[in-house]
């Protein structure tokens, strides 16, 4: 079989295995297929995290910084009425940390995003 010598430099053992008929022969019993290609939006919406009002409050120190976000939420439109008043609710019955354990600098880089 003639190869090609920058094949030859490049690959001795291999242009060797062939040269002299050393090759050996594998049985495949499956092929793997590959998952359909994604959408940009679908790898951009994988990408993108949005936080929500809980998120928020789990960085908070104290229970009047999570009102704070409670209120500057309701008045930005991001959480209506009803959700806030429960939420407050929660923070004055059950307090701060019913939310989860408080999200410090850095939490995502540590923990991903599915926490």
């Known amino acids: 079989m003639p ?9 001795p053992a291999l242009s060797k295995e062939l040269r002299n008929g050393e090759t050996q022969k594998r049985r495949i019993d499956g092929v793997r297929r590959d998952m ?7 790898e951009q919406k994988e990408k993108t995290f949005l936080p929500d ?4 409050i789990r960085r908070c120190d104290t229970a009047s910084q999570a009102r704070e976000i409670i209120d500057y939420l309701v008045k930005q439109g991001e959480l209506n009425s009803s959700d806030a008043r429960e939420m407050k609710k929660q923070l004055r019955n059950e307090g701060l940390r019913s939310f989860g354990t408080k999200k410090e600098k850095g939490h995502y880089l540590r923990f991903g995003l599915d926490e």
Not at 36 to 42: L, N, R, Y
Not at 53 to 56: L, Q, S, T
């Open 3 to 11: 190869m090609n010598k920058d094949f030859e430099d490049t690959f």
């Open 53 to 56: 009002a809980v998120d928020y």
């Open 36 to 42: 359909p290609a994604k959408s940009d939006s679908e």
